[in-house]
């Protein structure tokens, strides 16, 4: 992704409010456990026209350029249906999303939508933090005979440990903003006091422990 585009993702974030500090002794808790100092709630971007079209417009411009032989377009439930389904209408691909989980009723789909062996297949996410749903469903998705090229996501912590999972599968990553952008923006912009940054920067290095 550019680097200015980047930027933009992130003070487009800065600006509506999605991102959010909570220091020690106050923290937030993730659904994976972990304890963080931040939150960025990319769910807000919705909301807002403007920012899904230029999520749009960025993730359009990327996969044609570097995926011109994609065949379908993966949502994560539930983060990346909306803006997933949004992708693959301006390419004119199919859609299928991906659930957490197998319903335990009707045809007890895991991927809801069609697919056929061979396909090649591009995830979208709202979100990579621990990166641990998006491997599942890349999992669900070569188990059902598709090749994953890439996951794309509105936003990523960067955590190495992440990275480093996705790239035993082989699976590259593309967000359109990260961790290091959005908090050089928020120093720059004076959303985040340089105070804060030794506490988020070691946070990053060890969120599993952060906090304990």
């Known amino acids: 992704m550019k680097k200015q585009d980047q930027r933009t993702y992130a003070d487009l974030l800065l600006g509506i409010g999605a991102v959010s500090l909570k220091m020690l002794p106050d923290y937030y808790t993730w659904a994976s456990g972990w304890r963080s100092p931040i939150y960025c709630d990319n769910r807000k971007t919705l909301s807002h026209v403007e920012?899904?079209?230029?999520?749009?417009?960025?993730?359009?411009?990327?996969i044609e350029k570097e995926y011109p032989h994609i065949d379908v377009i993966a949502g994560?439930?539930?983060?990346?249906?909306?803006?997933g389904a949004l992708i693959a209408g301006k390419l004119r691909k199919p859609f299928v999303y991906v659930r957490e989980s197998q319903k335990t009723h009707g045809l007890e789909n895991v991927i809801e939508g069609v697919l056929t062996p061979d396909q090649n297949v591009g995830i979208f996410e709202d979100l990579l933090s621990t990166g641990g749903s998006t491997l599942k469903a890349v999992t669900t998705l070569k188990n059902a005979g598709t090749n994953v090229l890439f996951t794309m996501a509105n936003f990523s912590y960067q955590?190495?440990?992440?990275?480093?999972?996705?790239?035993?599968?082989?699976?590259?990553?593309?967000?359109?903003?990260?961790?290091?952008?959005?908090?050089?923006?928020?120093?720059?912009k004076g959303y985040i006091k340089e105070d804060d940054l030794p506490i988020l920067t070691e946070w990053r290095k060890t969120p599993e422990t952060w906090g304990l």
């Open 51 to 62: 920012i899904r079209e230029f999520v749009l417009q960025c993730a359009v411009e990327f």
């Open 76 to 83: 994560i439930a539930n983060g990346g249906i909306a803006m």
């Open 159 to 188: 955590f190495a440990s992440m990275e480093e999972r996705f790239a035993a599968e082989n699976i590259q990553l593309h967000p359109i903003s990260n961790y290091e952008t959005l908090i050089a923006v928020a120093v720059e």
